[in-house]
């Protein structure tokens, strides 16, 4: 299959997402052309970047984050609709996309949001790149949602976190799907001396800050009893949501190639991991165009 050009679909699964790097990485080293993405969550992210030419500037920078870039990119609300903004990472990335619009893409792209309002899907393929991609990731309890155009707006995995349907018209060979919700084994990664010990602090970091974060939001009884927090509830659920949609989805629109990143690589918030998931993308994606062959 070297040298075919492939429609590429990459699924929600928050910070899992950072897999969809290495196998992107790994497609292009094996001959692959992707000539249209769609995406959803942080597939949007991800596929979005890509098709603008900024993912190489993107992997640069969550490579480089620290703590103190970790704790200043998290900016709290106080709006019960989500823990948080966003606002720093929209600046940030921003600044990567400086206002491409979608049609003005290499390629077609599609970003997947959710109008809870509608109680449906919503593609993004024209306008504003940034803002698609927003309304994309905007997961339930941690993101705050969307408002736009009488739309609520929250992430597109709530609806479809694999979505292969927008890439059906689009002229490729055959269509790549990765999606985040594997039962496969997580593959050992080896992981040089500075980054584990970099991940191991930003880890306790991260942790805590989250957690205070979700104290302020929580009641009183709820940081007594102990246990489980009502976001941890919330995001387990549409974890466990997520991953029956995919089979459903899959049915109707079944890809010519899938790549499985394991559910239990990491959390949906551990978006200070990046070189593991990343690595691990890129591993997994390889074993499978090895097969392939």
Known sequence: MKGKKISLVLGSGGARGYAHIGVIEELERAGYEIVAISGAS??????????????????????????LDVMALLDFSFDRR???????????LAQML???????????FTAVATDLKRNREVWFQEGDLLEAI???????????????????????????????APTMASYSDLTVAVSLF???????????????????????IVSEIVD???SWIG?????????????????????????????????GYPPDMMIEIPQQV???LDFHKAYEVIETGRVLAREVLEKSK
Not at 47 to 62: C, M, P, R, T
Not at 82 to 92: A, C, S, T
Not at 182 to 204: Q, Y
Request: glycine share 10%; net charge negative.
């Open 134 to 164: 927003r309304a994309s990731i905007s997961i339930p309890s941690f993101f705050t949602p969307v408002e736009k155009e009488g739309m609520l707006l929250v992430d597109g995995g709530v609806l479809n976190p694999l979505p292969v």
């Open 219 to 251: 009641s009183r009884s709820e940081r007594e009893e102990g246990g489980y927090h009502l976001f941890d509830v919330i995001d387990m659920t549409i974890e466990s949501m997520q991953k029956t949609l995919v089979g459903y989805r899959l049915g």
């Open 212 to 214: 205070r974060a979700r």
């Open 82 to 92: 989500g823990m948080v903004r966003g606002d720093k990472v929209l600046q940030k």
């Open 182 to 204: 594997g039962e496969n084994p997580v593959p050992k990664i080896a992981m040089p001396e500075e980054v584990r010990a970099k991940e191991s602090s930003l880890d306790a």
């Open 98 to 108: 400086d206002d491409v619009r979608i049609e003005e893409l290499p390629m077609p």
């Open 42 to 67: 942080m597939g949007a992210l991800i596929g979005g970047l890509y098709a603008a030419g900024k993912l190489d500037a993107y992997k640069e920078w969550v490579l480089g984050l620290d703590a």
């Open 266 to 268: 990491c959390s949906v």
